[in-house]
T-cell receptor
Framework: AQTVTQSQPEMSVQEAETVTLSCTYD???????LFWYKQPPSRQMILVIR??????QNATENRFSVNFQKAAKSFSLKISDSQLGDTAMYFC???????????FGKGTRLSVIA | DTGVSQDPRHKITKRGQNVTFRCDPI?????LYWYRQTLGQGPEFLTY????????KSRLLSDRFSAERPKGSFSTLEIQRTEQGDSAMYLC???????????????????FGPGTRLTVL
């Protein structure tokens, strides 16, 4: 069974600064997907960024980028130029091939401070 | 609005009562997932469907829980004889199956609804 661990329950960052959220996972699969989802307060979960395990290049979406270390089973999220609207719970998630159910970590609550 | 919708958004019930939630997925998505999220935790998988077939059920889904997707479109999740431990946010998500054309261009993404928050008194 796959597991996802987020070791930072809460983090804060100053507006315009950079913050990195950590995630490690455990799996015996060789091909899979990793995701970061954002859940703003009282709002629905939205996808921030995804990474295919067979791709060596780290995914980037505007201010969001990942550091994917397959051998170490590590998948961190870097948010550059943090904005107040980035305040949310961030969940790291694993998915095996075939659109199987997601396995989520417990989340990191990020607060962006003005 | 072509996103995933859930109804009701909030439900307060007394212990022992039955409740039913509904999820309407994105119309072209044939997979539908139910997750449960308790306070301060990440979502946990409950069950999922491909069209009308229920493909997998989690051990979290006790005998008091039943889910259906009778016509392969909307789905219902029923909890019988609710307990206080059932209080949680119930999330629905939908996706396409790999290999099928998806107008959104991201066929592996699961799109989430706003959730139904259940409070059992």
């Amino acid at each position: 069974a796959q597991t996802v661990t987020q070791s930072q329950p809460e983090m804060s960052v100053q507006e315009a600064e950079t913050v990195t959220l950590s995630c490690t996972y455990d799996t015996s699969e060789n091909n899979y997907y990793l995701f970061w989802y954002k859940q703003p307060p009282s709002r629905q979960m939205i996808l921030v960024i995804r990474q295919e395990a067979y791709k060596q290049q780290n995914a980037t979406e505007n201010r969001f980028s990942v550091n994917f270390q397959k051998a170490a089973k590590s998948f961190s999220l870097k948010i550059s130029d943090s904005q107040l609207g980035d305040t949310a719970m961030y969940f790291c998630a694993f998915m095996a091939l075939g659109n199987t159910p997601l396995v989520f970590g417990k989340g990191t609550r990020l607060s962006v401070i003005a | 609005d072509t996103g995933v919708s859930q109804d009701p958004r909030h439900k307060i019930t007394k212990r022992g009562q039955n409740v039913t939630f509904r999820c309407d997925p994105i119309s072209e998505h044939n997979r539908l997932y139910w997750y449960r999220q308790t306070l301060g935790q990440g979502p946990e998988f409950l069950t999922y469907f491909q069209n009308e077939a229920q493909l997998e059920k989690s051990r979290l889904l006790s005998d008091r829980f039943s889910a259906e997707r009778p016509k392969g479109s909307f789905s219902t999740l029923e909890i019988q004889r609710t307990e206080q431990g059932d209080s949680a946010m119930y999330l629905c998500a939908s996706s396409s199956t790999p290999g099928l054309a998806d107008p959104s261009g991201s066929y592996n993404e699961q799109f989430f609804g706003p959730g139904t928050r259940l409070t059992v008194l």
